[in-house]
Antibody, heavy 121, light 107 residues
Framework: EVQLLESGGGLVQPGGSLRLSCAAS????????MSWVRQAPGKGLEWVSAISGSGGSTYYADSVKGRFTISRDNSKNTLYLQMNSLRAEDTAVYYC??????????????WGQGTMVTVSS | DIQMTQSPSSLSASVGDRVTITCRAS??????LNWYQQKPGKAPKLLIY???SLQSGVPSRFSGSGSGTDFTLTISSLQPEDFATYYCQQSYSTLRSFGQGTKLEIK
């Protein structure tokens, strides 16, 4: 079964750091780009960051650029999001998502269950 | 960055109704447009990719159309399980972005 399982969320003080993990199973992890998408309480979806299958290319939303770092370990089938200098507005459920490619048509076809990050003193 | 704008933000409808949700991109995105459904407390689910291709397992009452900057998601005959929030998302730019969502409620 194709599955994504996030972990690492929790309560952190403003200015603190947290590392999220996303364990993948049931597919050839290294063949797919992956993204992090977040959802603040009661709000819509916000794309945060993406990484290519090899890990050689990374992309960030302006709201997190310079503070968050996406990475992956294809030997462990795991995606990461290192979050530094956290702010209250980073409070959200963080989802990892697999990006399927149908002849250059790209969409997030598999999502994890999400992990909650709360930034508060 | 590409901005995605959905309308309406919320919609009340009855079982059996035909419903259309619109998504507009701030620049042309060809057909690189996807639609997702999200129910409370759950992860989003892919419904439509490439503007009009139905994801495997999604009921045929869901359909998508459009290209360039204007897109629509249509549900031909609403079922009770369709009441949820719907999001469009562009995959034209490496900096992906979502619409703000359309909440579909029972009338």
């Amino acid at each position: 079964e194709v599955q994504l399982l996030e972990s690492g969320g929790g309560l952190v003080q403003p200015g603190g750091s947290l590392r999220l993990s996303c364990a993948a199973s049931g597919f050839t992890f290294s063949s797919y780009a992956m993204s992090w998408v977040r959802q603040a309480p009661g709000k819509g979806l916000e794309w945060v960051s993406a990484i290519s299958g090899s890990g050689g290319s990374t992309y960030y939303a302006d709201s997190v650029k310079g503070r968050f770092t996406i990475s992956r370990d294809n030997s462990k089938n795991t995606l990461y999001l290192q979050m530094n200098s956290l702010r209250a507005e980073d409070t959200a459920v963080y989802y990892c998502a697999k990006e399927e490619n149908w002849n250059d048509d790209l969409a997030f076809d598999i999502w994890g269950q999400g992990t909650m990050v709360t930034v508060s003193s | 960055d590409i901005q995605m704008t959905q309308s309406p933000s919320s919609l009340s409808a009855s079982v059996g109704d035909r419903v259309t949700i619109t998504c507009r991109a701030s620049q042309s995105i060809s057909s690189y447009l996807n639609w997702y459904q999200q129910k409370p407390g759950k992860a989003p689910k892919l419904l439509i990719y490439a503007a009009s291709s139905l994801q495997s397992g999604v009921p045929s009452r869901f359909s998508g159309s459009g290209s360039g900057t204007d897109f629509t998601l249509t549900i031909s005959s609403l079922q009770p399980e369709d009441f949820a929030t719907y999001y469009c998302q562009q995959s034209y730019s490496t900096l992906r972005s979502f619409g703000q969502g359309t909440k579909l409620e029972i009338k």
